[in-house]
């Protein structure tokens, strides 16, 4: 059944949310999990639909996979295949980290080449050429890639391209290269906090990496990894979208069991911004309102991260003068703008950058949702928006928020989930 979500304005956010596990930690270390025949238990995963289907898609390889408890996710990869067909991947692109504990494991791969999707075109060249550059032999035909990684061995391998490293083609070249003899260094590595815990965990699982959470990664290829019991790390973008509903409303958010380490550039954008911030070990607290007008800029970590450049945006609606968001990642991820327009925003694109006029007075409309982040930020928007303003494609947001609208509400948001055929008179179902 559709659902959308229905905002009304005008609410000060006040109160504490906990963090929950990072989706984008959370998807490679399941892939990670096929890397042996022995259990591997994650906690402290959240959710989302996209960690379900990939869990869905570790069951299809072979893998015995279950969810005893709240946050807690088994896999036991002692049969798997090679294969993964396109009805798989076509839905989720971070299957593609799949390919890496494959090759790790099996020596081969077959998997179709998941599309773009609505924030651009999102290739996995730099995948391949990594792959390559080990020595694997790489060919794509009919949409699908084979991999033959029988005589592979480590190598220098360089993850970086156009906009930066590569994150999930870092992971799948230190997934496969933990099962590959000898040494593979990765230069222009990515350093997400992602890519580090899941180089944590395989070194529980008995690989030799160095080097994580900075440019150069060294893994040495050992014969075979173990299971292991692993917590993931908190979700650092769900964290700062908490933070930025409360500056949004100017009200007092504080989100608990997060690392502020994890978000230094946007933390220090906020205070930019005007926005009171106080960190404790595990702890952000953001209070007040944005005042000031500021340029962000988006980079891979720790740059401003381009998952919450959209949030961001809807904060910078409430600023007079001029703010502006270049896009260094995703020069095209700009599908909120338009839908931020409709609700009254003003928003100038000019290429990569997009230029916000603050300080207009916002009202509810129907706006659709075209991906996940962008989600967030129109109900960001809605908060302080005049009238009710109603999500639609809702399950986007549920693709990586773990009952956002009723955390929300937990913090004095007026935010209803309903189904879509709740939408007022002429607002179209879709
Ligand atoms: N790129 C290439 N060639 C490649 C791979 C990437 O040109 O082979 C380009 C991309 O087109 C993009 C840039 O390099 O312009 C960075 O892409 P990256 O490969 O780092 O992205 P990703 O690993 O596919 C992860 C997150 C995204 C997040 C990006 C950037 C997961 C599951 N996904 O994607 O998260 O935006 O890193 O930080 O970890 C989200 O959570 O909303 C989301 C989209």
Not at 90 to 111: D, F, H, N, P, T
Not at 265 to 278: C, I, M
Not at 337 to 348: C, H, K, P, S
Not at 385 to 412: C, I, M, N, P
Request: net charge negative.
């Amino acid at each position: 059944m559709l659902q959308v979500a229905r905002i009304r304005g005008g609410h000060v956010l006040k109160g504490t949310v906990r963090a929950a596990g990072s989706k984008n930690a959370s998807l490679p270390l399941l892939a990670a999990s096929l890397l042996t025949g022995e259990t591997v238990t994650l906690r402290n995963v959240p959710d989302l639909s996209d960690v379900r289907y990939m869990a869905e898609i570790l069951g299809h390889q072979g893998a015995i996979v279950a969810n005893p408890e709240p946050g807690v996710w088994t896999v036991r990869a002692e049969q798997i295949s090679h294969r993964t067909p396109y009805d798989l991947v076509r839905k989720m692109r971070a299957s593609v980290c799949l390919l890496g504990s494959l090759i790790g494991r099996l020596r081969q791969a077959e998997m179709a080449i998941p599309g773009g999707c609505v924030i651009g075109p999102r290739p996995i060249d730099l995948h391949l050429k990594g792959l390559e550059a080990l020595g694997c032999v790489v060919t794509v035909e009919a949409g699908v890639v084979q991999v033959d990684a029988s005589r592979a061995r480590g190598d220098m391998v360089f993850m970086g391209g156009p906009m930066g490293s590569t994150v999930l083609g870092t992971a799948n070249i230190v997934m496969a290269a933990t099962l590959t003899p000898g040494v593979t260094r990765i230069e222009c590595a990515a350093r997400e906090p992602e890519v580090v815990d899941l180089c944590t965990m395989l070194i529980q699982m008995g690989a030799k990496i160095r080097g994580h959470g900075t440019g150069i990664i060294e893994v040495e290829g050992v014969a075979s990894l173990h299971g292991c019991d692993h917590t993931v790390i908190a979700d650092r973008i769900e964290a700062g979208t908490y933070l930025v509903a409360g500056a949004i409303t100017g009200g007092d958010v504080t989100v608990t069991h997060c690392d502020p380490s994890h978000l230094t550039t946007f933390l220090d954008k906020l205070r930019e911004a005007g926005v009171q911030v106080e960190t404790g070990p595990d702890f952000i607290r953001a209070h007040g309102k944005p005042t000031q007008a500021v340029e962000i800029i988006t980079e891979p970590y720790p740059g401003f991260p381009t998952d919450l450049q959209a949030q961001f945006m809807a904060l910078q609606l409430l600023v007079d003068g001029r703010s502006t968001v270049t896009e260094k990642i995703y020069p095209a991820r700009f599908m909120h703008a338009a839908e931020l327009q409709r609700m009254g925003a003003e928003i100038a694109i000019d290429g990569a950058t997009a230029a916000i006029y603050g300080d207009r007075p916002l009202s509810g409309a129907p706006v659709m949702a075209s991906d996940l982040r962008a989600s967030a930020a129109l109900i960001l928007a809605a908060l302080i928006a005049k009238g009710e303003t109603w999500v639609q494609r809702l399950y986007h947001l549920d693709r990586g928020y773990e009952r956002f609208e009723e955390r929300l509400r937990s913090l004095g948001a007026d935010v209803e989930r309903l189904p879509a055929s709740d939408l007022p008179k002429g607002f179209a179902e879709d």
